[in-house]
């Protein structure tokens, strides 16, 4: 007690009945109901408390989750072809296209040195 001011249970907003008679009805609270000195923490808009899965359930769930997305890039890995087509073929090869041996180089003066 603080004083004459009644301390009611730190019990979160969220977890009262949602279709109790409530006066305020989004938050959860009678008219006159006394606030507890935490009330910023324990109002509806606070963090919510996650209570539908114990840690080691939720961790294990995600790595079957991370299991699952892995064997399933695996499996289109394996039937996905790596190229759609095969490369072309030139007679001869690009070198004479590409200023290799045998190209025609170009005049001197077209140059720009």
Do not use: C
Request: aromatic share 10%.
């Amino acid at each position: 007690m603080n004083g004459n001011y009644p301390e009611p249970p730190a019990i979160p907003r969220q977890f009262r009945d949602p279709h109790g008679d409530w006066w305020d009805k989004q938050e959860r609270r009678n008219f006159g109901e006394p606030l507890h000195e935490d009330n910023d923490i324990l109002a509806i808009f606070s963090p919510h408390r996650y209570t539908h899965a114990p840690p080691g359930k939720a961790i294990a769930q995600l790595l079957m989750f991370a299991a699952t997305v892995y064997g399933l890039y695996k499996a289109v890995q394996l039937v996905y072809p790596d190229m759609p087509a095969v490369p072309k073929e030139y007679e001869g090869g690009l070198d004479r296209e590409l200023g290799g041996k045998g190209a025609l180089l170009a005049p001197e003066a077209s140059r720009g040195d």
